[in-house]
């Protein structure tokens, strides 16, 4: 008997969430997070049908509900999460819905790599001083798509040397300094000035994976998360159990997309 998920059937028969959507396999970007290139000259010719169906699921959804923040996460790693959130914010941008794509996926730090965009300051930053404006650390990708990079990742241990919060207590908690800051009221804090800058109809966080501290914190201030789930990688169980725990801690799952890595 086949445990990994491999097919939509699978998913409707574990859970009710809908399948928004199920990525084909990119021969072009096979690579992708072994050689850490520009995915720049890629998208800009990159048209999925796939990408665009979310698009339409996001408006349709929008529709009804309030919906503007929005996290791209999954169960596992090395699932395309990242190339999906930045194909899915340039396919909103060219639908002229002003999107900004944040990189809140602290341990990886993925997206300036692949916009071609400077990282000197970004979310870290943010959290760091609260007097730092969020517009000095906006970058402008291309018509009506921003970009929030990481960010300097000494200011999350700056952030905690400076308000004496001890080794003990990270150690304690088997946190590492940006996960202790994503896993604190800090991030209510910034999602909420984010929110309401007013400036974008979608807010489009490439976070990291879902069962961890740091991003069940994100994923419960926001508006809805989007599951990424790659086909044949990951155990019907651990699905399960894990779509479980998020329910008890009143995560909100918009929908899955599957994706397939080979």
């Given at each position: 008997?086949?445990?990994?998920?491999?097919?939509?059937?699978?998913?409707?028969?574990?859970?009710?969430?809908?399948?928004?959507?199920?990525?084909?396999?990119?021969?072009?970007?096979?690579?992708?997070?072994?050689?850490?290139?520009?995915?720049?000259?890629?998208?800009?010719?990159?048209?999925?049908?796939?990408?665009?169906?979310?698009?339409?699921?996001?408006?349709?959804?929008?529709?009804?509900?309030?919906?503007?923040?929005?996290?791209?996460?999954?169960?596992?790693?090395?699932?395309?999460?990242?190339?999906?959130?930045?194909?899915?914010?340039?396919?909103?941008?060219?639908?002229?819905?002003?999107?900004?794509?944040?990189?809140?996926?602290?341990?990886?730090?993925?997206?300036?790599?692949?916009?071609?965009?400077?990282?000197?300051?970004?979310?870290?930053?943010?959290?760091?001083?609260?007097?730092?404006?969020?517009?000095?650390?906006?970058?402008?990708?291309?018509?009506?798509?921003?970009?929030?990079?990481?960010?300097?990742?000494?200011?999350?241990?700056?952030?905690?040397?400076?308000?004496?919060?001890?080794?003990?207590?990270?150690?304690?908690?088997?946190?590492?300094?940006?996960?202790?800051?994503?896993?604190?009221?800090?991030?209510?804090?910034?999602?909420?000035?984010?929110?309401?800058?007013?400036?974008?109809?979608?807010?489009?966080?490439?976070?990291?994976i879902l069962g961890t501290t740091?991003?069940?914190?994100?994923?419960?201030?926001?508006?809805?998360?989007?599951?990424?789930?790659?086909?044949?990688?990951?155990?019907?169980?651990?699905?399960?159990?894990?779509?479980?725990?998020?329910?008890?801690?009143?995560?909100?799952?918009?929908?899955?997309?599957?994706?397939?890595?080979?």
């Amino acid at each position: 008997m086949n445990e990994l998920i491999n097919n939509k059937k699978d998913i409707k028969k574990l859970t009710n969430i809908p399948v928004i959507t199920e990525i084909p396999y990119l021969n072009q970007f096979k690579n992708l997070r072994k050689e850490k290139f520009s995915l720049v000259p890629y998208y800009q010719n990159t048209i999925l049908l796939s990408i665009f169906e979310i698009c339409v699921f996001l408006k349709y959804f929008s529709k009804y509900f309030f919906i503007k923040d929005i996290a791209i996460s999954s169960l596992i790693p090395e699932n395309g999460k990242t190339l999906i959130s930045i194909l899915l914010a340039k396919a909103l941008s060219v639908l002229n819905y002003k999107t900004l794509l944040i990189d809140a996926d602290a341990s990886v730090r993925q997206i300036h790599t692949r916009l071609d965009i400077q990282n000197n300051v970004g979310l870290a930053d943010l959290f760091y001083d609260p007097y730092l404006k969020i517009q000095t650390v906006i970058n402008n990708v291309s018509k009506n798509l921003d970009v929030i990079s990481s960010g300097n990742r000494d200011s999350y241990i700056k952030l905690i040397e400076e308000n004496d919060l001890t080794k003990d207590l990270l150690y304690d908690h088997d946190l590492t300094p940006d996960q202790y800051v994503f896993s604190s009221p800090l991030i209510s804090n910034l999602t909420n000035n984010i929110r309401n800058l007013n400036l974008y109809k979608f807010i489009m966080y490439d976070s990291t994976i879902l069962g961890t501290t740091q991003n069940d914190s994100l994923a419960s201030q926001i508006d809805g998360t989007i599951l990424i789930v790659p086909l044949n990688k990951i155990n019907k169980g651990l699905f399960k159990s894990k779509l479980k725990r998020l329910k008890e801690k009143n995560i909100f799952i918009l929908g899955i997309i599957l994706n397939n890595l080979s």
